[in-house]
């Protein structure tokens, strides 16, 4: 079978039950496309990090198949390994090494030829190049987080995994990474990331996928996912606050807010507008006085919880 060259990473039935039974993740599919950078979206406990161990070859799938690149991550392990950089979740770095040494080692892992110009240019993206000859065990938990970045990349990944990458981290380091990840699309590096903060994927992800439970719930692109199911707003501030709803707009869907004094209307965002210049003419003929009207689209929070059901 010829392989779609077009795809970084390809998960196919993936399940995944431990040890003592808990099913952490059931029956996952999804290709990951070069070049992209998906977002996995989920609460604590979701099976995100799972997921990413076992592209990243760290945990055994219970079923299904994971390729990276087209190597299958267990019967050609080395091959798949190769391709892939991985930012994981906890802080595990703990070395008397300087900064230079441990990324130059890992490089080295990786069976690359030395390129210490690579390495110089990943530190100075990283602001770590002031700090190359210092151990990392004294490093700030900060820099640490900063050199495990580095590490990851030390041997050119074509894919980077970046498990909650701002989880506790500094807006600076934040920044820094973003403008990491953007350049690494721009060179055609898939990036996967994943997050608890809708805000994060928003912000920087060209698709999202959201995952509950072990399950995909849904994968698409951002700008789609935010069509296909946005709602919007329409918030009506009122002149004099009433103490009801009238009948005659009770059959909209319309709630009157805590204080009394706004009422917000929640509509589809493709349905027509009719909806709404007969809600304005019924409010005017119940006598209803309008100071202002604004409108609002939902967020991908909103979404989010509308999915999982649960408020975060
Ligand atoms: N080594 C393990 N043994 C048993 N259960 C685990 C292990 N690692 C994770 N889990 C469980 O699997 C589920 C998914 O965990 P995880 O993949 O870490 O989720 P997330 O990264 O989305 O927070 C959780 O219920 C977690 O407690
Ligand atoms: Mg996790």
Redesign the pocket.
């Known amino acids: 079978m010829t392989e779609n060259l077009k795809i970084a990473v390809s998960v196919s039935g993936l399940s995944?039950t431990?040890?003592?039974g808990?099913i952490?993740?059931n029956d996952i599919s999804l290709d990951i496309m070069k070049g992209e950078i998906l977002a996995l979206l989920?609460?604590?406990?979701?099976?995100?990090?799972?997921?990413?161990?076992i592209i990243c070859g760290i945990?055994n799938p219970t079923y299904g198949v994971v390729k990276v690149g087209g190597y299958n991550v267990i019967y050609q392990y080395r091959d798949a390994r190769r391709l892939v950089g991985l930012v994981p979740?906890e802080l595990s770095l703990e070395s008397f090494e300087t900064v230079f040494d441990t990324i130059k080692f890992s490089r080295g892992l990786f069976g690359k030829p030395r390129d210490n110009c690579y390495l110089e240019r990943t530190l100075r993206q990283l602001s770590l190049w002031d700090k190359r000859n210092t151990p990392v065990l004294e490093l700030s938990g900060g820099m640490k987080r900063r050199v495990l970045i580095a590490k990851a990349l030390s041997h050119e990944p074509r894919v980077l995994f970046l498990?909650?990458p701002t989880a506790g981290v500094d807006v600076q380091l934040r920044k820094d990474m973003w403008k990491i990840v953007r350049c690494l699309r721009e060179t055609g590096v898939t990036v996967i990331l994943?997050t608890?903060y809708i805000e994060e994927a928003e912000l920087i992800a060209d698709r999202i996928g959201v995952?509950d439970k072990?399950k995909l719930l849904l994968l698409d692109d951002k700008s789609v996912l935010m069509k296909k199911m946005g709602k919007k707003e329409l918030q009506i501030d009122l002149q004099v606050p009433i103490d009801v709803i009238p009948n005659s707009i009770l059959k909209y869907n319309i709630k009157l807010t805590d204080d009394h004094e706004s009422l917000i209307y929640t509509y589809e965002k493709n349905s027509d507008r009719l909806g709404i210049s007969k809600l304005l003419g019924d409010l005017a003929a119940a006598g209803v006085i309008l100071k202002d009207v604004s409108t609002r689209q939902t967020s991908l929070e909103e979404i989010f919880v509308d999915l999982v059901g649960e408020k975060k």
């Open positions: 995944k431990y040890n003592n808990l952490a993740l989920g609460s604590n406990g979701a099976g995100k990090t799972t997921l990413i161990s945990v979740q498990d909650e994943t608890h995952i072990g």
